[in-house]
């Protein structure tokens, strides 16, 4: 049985944080530091993908070569175009590719375009994304966009665990709308990420109460856009790409690390919950004044 049609819309409209859950006292089991997890890595041999709405390899925040494949449409099945033009028709895929590259820039990037100019794509489409992901057996894979077709939840499921299955570490942003569902983020196998206001790249808590794992910078962030430009944008689909950024210098140094061993490494190294507990309650209140 195939799945039936969904809408995949990109994770940024809204910043969304359950900023006491952030703040929650954790302490790591493992010793691990950040110099041990990542000191000296650029990225160098981590194959990263971004799901999204494409990217424009000559902007300088992105800076170089990336090979661009879509997701295509014929009646009711969809095909890898592995040929595609390079481009981005929003802006949104490329200010996920330089936050990525800000972190490593020596990371080979793959862009997978799957939203199209109204930044919608169908459900089946990004299922197909997956799947290539999974045969690939990609990295590191950025998706800061979510489908809420109950409908295609089993797939979802079945095809982020394939790829977890593969070595694959699928980071992805949280829904925007709180108590919202929305997938493949509310899976285990893979990393989900919310935002915080803290702007510092380099700043990201980890959560013990999932299905958000991570908080990473994610309000007024400024980000590469269309024509060479930049933007300030707010949303879980910018705090992902900090993760997966993260995530491919620990990949990069560490490369025989599982997508598991690279979660709990993330999970080690994340800033102390006593930082988070600090902030949090001061996001808090800014949280009540912006709807």
């Not at 794509?121 to 992901?133: D, H, K, P, Q």
């Not at 709180?178 to 983020?185: C, I, K, L, T």
């Amino acid at each position: 049985m195939s799945p039936q049609a969904g809408v995949t819309t990109p994770a940024w409209s809204e910043p969304f944080v359950d900023r006491g859950k952030l703040g929650v006292a954790h302490v790591s089991p493992f010793e691990y530091d950040r110099e041990r997890a990542w000191g000296g890595a650029t990225g160098e041999g981590v194959v990263v993908a971004i799901v999204d709405s494409g990217i424009d390899p000559g902007h300088p925040a992105v800076g170089g070569h990336v090979r661009s494949i879509s997701i295509d449409r014929a009646g009711e099945s969809f095909s890898i175009n592995e040929n595609a033009e390079p481009g981005d028709f929003v802006g949104h895929g490329t200010a996920c590719a330089g936050i990525i590259r800000s972190f490593a820039p020596n990371a080979e990037l793959v862009s997978i375009r799957v939203l199209g100019p109204n930044n919608r794509a169908s459900g089946r489409a990004f299922i197909r994304a997956l799947e290539w992901v999974a045969e690939q057996r990609i990295d590191v894979v950025n998706l800061s966009l979510s489908s809420r077709s109950d409908e295609l939840f089993p797939y979802f499921h079945h095809i982020v665990d394939e790829a977890y299955f593969h070595g694959c570490l699928l980071v992805s942003a949280a829904s925007n709308t709180p108590g919202e569902a929305s997938y493949p983020s509310l899976f285990s196998s893979v990393v989900s990420v919310a935002s915080h206001d803290i702007p510092d790249p380099w700043t990201y808590f980890y959560n013990p109460n999932p299905p958000v794992e991570f908080g990473a910078w994610g309000v007024d962030v400024p980000v590469a856009w269309l024509g060479g430009s930049r933007i300030v944008a707010s949303g879980n689909s910018f705090a992902a790409p900090h993760i997966a950024g993260l995530a491919a210098l620990v990949r990069s140094k560490h490369p025989s690390l599982t997508a598991f061993e690279l979660k709990s490494v993330l999970t080690a190294v994340a800033t102390p919950s006593a930082v988070g507990h600090e902030v949090v309650n001061k996001v808090e209140e800014n949280d009540a004044r912006a709807e």
